[in-house]
Nanobody, 123 residues
Framework: QVQLVESGGGSVQAGGSLRLSCRASGYTYNYIMGWFRQAPGKEREGVAAIGTGSGSTYYADSVKGRFTISQDSAKNNLYLQMNGLKSEDTAMYYC?????????????????WGQGTQVTVSS
C-alpha cells in the first residue's frame, strides 16, 4: 500500500514559480510516479512522470522546458519544479504512483493517488 501527500501549492502571478512536493509512504522503488492536474470542467491530464528505478522522465508538451520532475529516493519524495507559470496552469495538482509500466502520462494506469494541492496562476 502506498500513501501520497502533496504540498507546495498556492497562488502566484504569471511568470512565477512554485515547487510541489509529494511525500510517499510505502515501497515505491521501480514504480512510475507522476504529477497530474485537473482544472474545473476538464479531464485530468498527465503533466510529468518519472521512473523511480530508471530515472527516466516524461513530460506533457505543454510543460516541456518549464516544469521539472525529480525525486529524492532517500526521503521517498517526489517534486515538481514549475517555472514560467501561465494562467492555463491553474488546476488541482495530484501526485500518483503505479507499478504498471504503461503510458506514463495516462491517469488510467495509476493506482495510488494523493488528495491534491491547488495551484492558481493569476495573469
Amino acid at each position: 500500500q502506498v500513501q501520497l501527500v502533496e504540498s507546495g501549492g498556492g497562488s502566484v502571478q504569471a511568470g512565477g514559480s512554485l515547487r510541489l512536493s509529494c511525500r510517499a509512504s510505502g515501497y515505491t522503488y521501480n514504480y512510475i510516479m507522476g504529477w497530474f492536474r485537473q482544472a474545473p470542467g476538464k479531464e485530468r491530464e498527465g503533466v510529468a512522470a518519472i521512473g523511480t528505478g530508471s530515472g527516466s522522465t516524461y513530460y506533457a508538451d505543454s510543460v516541456k522546458g518549464r516544469f521539472t520532475i525529480s525525486q529524492d529516493s532517500a526521503k521517498n519524495n517526489l517534486y515538481l519544479q514549475m517555472n514560467g507559470l501561465k494562467s492555463e496552469d491553474t488546476a488541482m495538482y495530484y501526485c500518483a504512483a503505479t507499478r504498471n509500466p504503461g503510458l506514463a502520462l495516462s491517469p488510467t494506469v495509476y493506482r495510488y493517488w494523493g488528495q491534491g494541492t491547488q495551484v492558481t496562476v493569476s495573469s
